[in-house]
């Protein structure tokens, strides 16, 4: 074994995640944590009590079907109908899976193989990076650069190559806030159909968007038979431990997909499954006033950064803002979020951890709106010492 690295090389350099490891920080300093995106308070009682009524009548606590339960796969073809237009057969064409993080993983290893080459928007989700290698795939990033985090289209064109596979699409974008448009979207769309290329999207914030709207790429002409959308439960509930997550694509797709799933996880979150499909269905104003509180919280903590001297990009969706370091005259921002925690009592997240191109996020940090107002507020007042 002295010959030989104990870890697979595909995951060189990937090690500890950002998430748990400024998540860990906050817990051994007692600091405000605006770094992890999960919320501090949960989601509607009746989606929780919908769990435990699942849990004392006996469904879900032995294995669940390998696709998922047939009343979520239901409910998230309905929810595909209801607020997009898009129909799906909820026996060929949806996937549960543990998390958007799972869904991710078999997409990955289902479609790629050694050599393709993923095309990728940078700052990335961290998960993208592993999945791609442990597929043995190349990722290939295309850069979102500041104040606009745009993707350029013409760049995107000059980086497709016989080996691309696969466009990996995140919007609304984390952790830039960033929303596609629907002439982007049609843009990208008549560049997968021109190149034969599959498309991956991850749209787990579907239903976070504050400005303009949510368009999947799925409902484009053309495009349903070559995309593979993901979402989960857990960012639009507030139940992110729960981990119930979605693929829907073409029969052919999420057959391919669900052969690699099945040698993961297998299933999960049995009863869960049964309260998530409760959730989907959920009225319109559960949608509307969760957006209008978030967005509301958006605002508050963007107002209390800026005041505390952060340049700060404004987010159009997720629970994400981003903000640049350089007027504190910091260059670092990993070692900045290493030592703000001392500092102010506060932890979020290096966004050059996200980029291949470290020196395009080098001064990028990411803050989460998630919390509390008196939790935002305590945050924004102790950061306010940094200009001191």
């Known amino acids: 074994m002295a010959g030989r690295p104990l870890l697979n ?33 949960d989601g509607p009682e009746s989606v929780r009590e919908a769990a435990v009524r699942a849990l004392r009548e006996g469904r879900g606590n032995q294995y669940p079907p390998g696709p998922g339960v047939p009343e979520l796969r239901e409910a998230i073809a309905d929810h595909q109908r209801r607020f997009y237009g898009i129909g799906l057969d909820p026996d060929t064409e949806v996937l549960v899976t543990a998390g958007a993080t799972e ?3 078999a997409t990955m290893l289902a479609l790629l193989e050694p050599g393709d ?28 650069r500041a104040p606009s985090f745009r993707p350029d289209l013409d760049e995107l064109r000059a980086k497709i190559t016989p080996r691309t596979r696969l466009l990996l699409l995140n919007t609304p974008h984390n952790p830039t806030g960033t929303v596609l448009t629907p ?20 749209e787990v914030y579907e239903h976070l968007v504050f400005e303009g709207a949510h368009h999947p790429i799925a409902a484009l002409p053309g495009m349903r038979e070559r995309t593979v959308s ?34 993961l996880t297998f299933v999960s979150a049995g009863p869960l499954q049964y309260a998530i499909a409760e959730a989907l269905r959920l009225p319109d104003t559960y949608f509307d006033d969760f957006r209008e509180d978030l967005r509301r919280k958006r605002d508050l903590l963007a107002d209390g950064l800026r005041t505390a001297g952060f340049e700060v990009y404004h987010p159009q969706g997720t629970y994400f803002v981003t903000t640049d370091i350089t007027p504190f005259g910091e260059k670092d ?20 951890v996200f980029y291949d191109d470290r020196q395009a996020g080098s001064t990028q940090v990411r803050f ?20 001191v």
């Open 183 to 202: 002439e982007e979207l049609s843009a990208l769309a008549a560049l997968a159909i021109e190149h034969d290329l599959l498309v991956v999207t991850d």
């Open 117 to 144: 080459e993923v095309i990728a928007f940078e700052p990335y989700y961290d998960s993208y990076a592993a999945c791609v290698a442990m597929a043995g795939a190349k990722r290939v990033p295309l850069t979102l």
């Open 333 to 352: 921002a990993y070692a900045f979020c290493r030592a703000l925690p001392a500092r102010c009592g506060v932890v979020a997240v290096p966004n050059s």
């Open 9 to 41: 090389r595909r995951l060189e350099g990937l090690g500890t995640t950002i998430f748990a490891e400024m998540s860990a920080l906050a817990t051994e300093t007692g600091a405000i944590n605006l770094g992890q995106g999960f919320p501090d308070t």
């Open 368 to 387: 989460t709106f998630c919390k509390r107002d008196d939790v935002l507020q305590e945050a924004t007042d102790r950061l306010r010492g940094l200009a």
């Open 103 to 105: 869904a991710i993983a």
């Open 230 to 263: 993901i979402s989960s439960a857990g960012k639009t509930f507030s139940f992110t431990g729960w981990k119930v997550g979605w693929a829907t694509a073409s029969p052919s797709l999420i057959a391919a997909v669900r052969t690699a799933k099945q040698y």
